[in-house]
């Protein structure tokens, strides 16, 4: 399963101060390789921070992964390094909550995660290719969910952002001239995190997945990965 993961890869997680970026970043350090994070909240992004660096080599950048400024010091960051071999696309946000209804969901709010979960992912991807063709083998992971594929009430919004994301994917994968540029969607499944906390407050924490094993299952995908495109459900995934 470790073959890809070389000590010496450079790697950037959006969305890495809690939750499953936090734990891939975690999987990822432990492996040897350099990782870039970001975070909405400072403080928290460097709360994570100290307990990450224990395991690696890390650098945090805060900011909100919309921010096209902050998308480019991303890049540059991995520049510095001189290579970039994994871009995990796992920053997203709900919008509002609760969930609004299809005929109460907002203009604004509908836009906002648009600009996340969608128009931030292709620019970070657009941004990050060029370093990426340099890599001998270099993936592109799309944080993804059922609710893109699935009708669940109140799930509109956010639903309708994956749905475009993962197509945008498959597109990606299909124009990309570049045969060491793989495209994975991965959909975690529900975990116990506080986006799952703040969807559905009164989900039995005891039913849902550790996102830490979320993290070790998405790096078993993208050693396992053998095609220019997949997606996945990690919960599908047994750890060896």
């Known amino acids: 399963m470790d073959s890809w993961f070389e000590a010496g890869h450079v790697a950037i997680v959006t969305g890495g101060s809690k939750g499953l970026g ?11 390789l350099h990782v870039i994070i970001d975070g909405r909240d400072g403080r928290l992004l460097e709360t994570a921070a100290k307990e990450l660096r224990q395991g690696g080599d890390l650098i945090t950048i805060a900011g909100d992964v919309s921010d096209k400024e902050h998308a480019h010091a991303l890049i540059a960051a991995a520049r510095e390094l001189g290579r970039l071999d994994l871009l995990v696309n796992n920053a997203s946000t709900l919008g509002e909550v609760p969930l609004p209804r299809v005929d109460e969901l907002t203009k604004g709010t509908f836009e906002h995660i648009f600009d996340v979960n969608v128009f931030a ?49 498959r597109v990606l994968a299909a124009e990309l001239e570049s045969p060491s540029i793989r495209v994975l969607v991965a959909d975690p499944g529900d975990m116990n995190t506080q986006m799952h906390r703040d969807a559905i407050p009164d989900a039995d924490p005891s039913e849902l997945r550790n996102p830490a094993d979320s993290a070790r299952a998405l790096l078993q995908a993208i050693a396992e990965m053998k095609e220019p495109y997949g997606r996945v459900r990690l919960a599908d995934l047994v750890l060896a």
């Open 22 to 32: 936090k734990e891939i970043a975690r999987e990822l350090l432990t492996r040897g």
């Open 121 to 169: 992912p292709i620019h970070l991807m657009q941004h990050a290719l060029p370093l990426m063709q340099q890599s001998s083998i270099a993936t592109i992971v799309n944080i993804t969910s059922d609710a893109g594929v699935e009708a669940y009430p109140t799930w509109g919004g956010y639903g309708a952002s994956k749905a475009a994301l993962e197509h945008i994917s």
